[in-house]
């Protein structure tokens, strides 16, 4: 079974600072690992994705995040915030087999930037 | 264009009543899914079809009944409405390129459903 865990359900940052967007996964097999974003009253948006290859993974809006398998994690980080960066981040986790795999998702985390 | 639609956007009713939500993907994607999404933002998936065929079926109550018309189409059809139906629904698509076997998925916008 697969499994997130997204540490801390509320992160503060002012504008400009770090953010810092904590994932940590359980997998039986090497896993594929996802970031998703979602703005208020919105769907869910991709950010991010890890498969195979290199582990400091580049996305949309300046994110990136790096696989840490000896540490089980996928960090989100943005050198500096902006106040369009408020939303909802999901981590998840799928299984690199064939077939049409479901997403497994973390509790999710809400960015707030303050001004 | 919208990839992944879904109607209607907002929907109340009463418990006991019978409902769809329809979504169509206009992705060319083979799969597609349900999760709901609750009041604590939690996210889980319930259903997922494959070429028109059911493929994942977590534990949900059997008065939620996926259909699948066509690759480009999952609706979704509640029974029997209970308060506890109340979360937002949403419907994705993806596409196994099994070269590289991952499993991007696109998002709907959500259908917000409220059992009063």
């Known amino acids: 079974a697969q499994s997130v865990t997204q540490l801390g359900s509320h992160v503060s940052v002012s504008e400009g600072a770090l953010v810092l967007l904590r994932c940590n996964y359980s997998?039986?097999?090497?896993?594929?690992l996802f970031w998703y974003v979602q703005y208020p009253n919105q769907g869910l948006q991709l950010l991010l994705k890890?498969?195979?290859?290199?582990?400091l993974v580049k996305g949309i809006n300046g994110f990136e995040a790096e696989f840490k398998k000896s540490e089980t994690s996928f960090h989100l980080t943005k050198p500096s915030a902006h106040m369009s960066d408020a939303a909802e981040y999901f981590c998840?986790?799928?299984?690199?087999?064939?077939?049409?795999?479901?997403?497994?998702f973390g509790t999710g985390t809400r960015l707030t930037i303050i001004p | 264009d919208t990839a992944v639609s879904q109607t209607p956007k907002y929907l109340v009713t009463q418990m006991g009543n019978d409902k769809s939500i329809k979504c169509e993907q206009n992705?060319?994607?083979?799969?597609m899914y349900w999760y709901k999404q609750d009041s604590k933002k939690f996210l889980k998936i319930m259903f997922s079809?494959?070429?028109?065929?059911?493929?994942i079926n977590e534990t949900v109550p059997n008065r939620f009944s996926p259909k699948s018309p066509d690759k480009a189409h999952l609706n979704l059809h509640i029974n029997s409405l209970e308060l506890g139906d109340s979360a937002v629904y949403f419907c994705?698509?993806?596409?196994?390129?099994?070269?590289?076997?991952?499993?991007?998925?696109?998002f709907g916008p959500g259908t917000r459903l409220t059992v009063l």
């Open positions: 994705a698509s993806s596409q196994l390129f099994p070269s590289r076997g991952d499993n991007e998925q696109f």
């Open positions: 997998s039986s097999v090497p896993p594929y």
């Open positions: 890890y498969t195979t290859g290199a582990t």
């Open positions: 998840a986790v799928s299984k690199t087999n064939f077939g049409n795999e479901k997403l497994t």
């Open positions: 992705l060319g994607h083979d799969t």
């Open positions: 079809y494959n070429n028109k065929e059911l493929i």
